[in-house]
């Protein structure tokens, strides 16, 4: 049993690049969320998903952008990479025993 | 804003002793309050959660206290080793809504 799968653990970016974070969770979870994670600023949300085809935005969510086909999948995608978005980005589900967090994804932007 | 303030920002602590971290928040319509811990290269995991109709509970070492009416609650580690050293955070979800806001962390290290 996987729990949550983000891939990749690591990537640097150019300015203006693009690239998708991806997540996999084989709980059957409805709920997903996408966070990053900065040091000192604890854990921001960035979008989140209450089941496949819904979406919505959290408290950090510019310069993002989610979608969520399946149950299984809920992958994040930068478009346009800028320096600020140089961060820790974990992946989570929400079950009823709580929330499962991914391994997380460094990013750099340079 | 930040609605969840947690301290110290980091703690050093003997073996043997307790480890206590605060958190203290704003808005009063959350219903769930987790602790969650984090070694480096890992994502958070949870470790104790509580809610707000009982004001303490208990999973081997680790207690949350709940105190509603000054909106703070806080982690103590009893007997504390040096592999609890990690970052905990604290967080809190809100009534209704499925989102958890976390504190900005404590970076907790166990010396012998």
């Known amino acids: 049993n996987a729990g949550v799968t983000q891939t990749p653990k690591f990537r640097i970016l150019k300015i203006g690049q693009s690239m998708t974070l991806q997540c996999t969770q084989d709980m059957n979870h409805n709920y997903m969320y996408w966070y990053r994670q900065d040091p000192g600023m604890g854990l921001k949300l960035i979008y989140y998903s209450v089941g496949a085809g819904i979406t919505d935005k959290g408290e950090v969510p510019n310069g993002y952008n989610v979608s969520r086909s399946t149950t299984e999948d809920f992958p994040l995608r930068l478009e346009l990479a800028a320096p600020s978005q140089t961060s820790v980005y974990f992946c989570?589900?929400?079950?009823?025993?709580?929330?499962?967090f991914g391994s997380g994804t460094r990013l750099t932007v340079v | 804003q930040q609605q969840v303030k947690q301290s110290p920002q980091s703690l050093i602590v003997q073996k043997g002793g307790i480890s206590i971290i605060n958190c203290a928040y704003e808005n009063t319509a959350f219903d769930y309050f987790p602790w969650y811990q984090q070694f480096p290269g890992k994502g958070p995991a949870l470790l104790i959660a509580i809610r707000p109709d009982v004001s303490e509970k208990k999973e081997g070492r680790f207690t949350i206290s709940f105190n509603k009416s000054a909106k703070q609650f806080s982690l103590h580690i009893m007997d504390s080793q040096p592999g609890d050293s990690a970052t905990y955070f604290c967080a809190a979800k809100g009534v209704g809504n499925e989102k958890l806001t976390f504190g900005t962390g404590t970076r907790l290290t166990i010396i012998p």
């Open positions: 989570a589900t929400r079950g009823n025993y709580g929330y499962t």
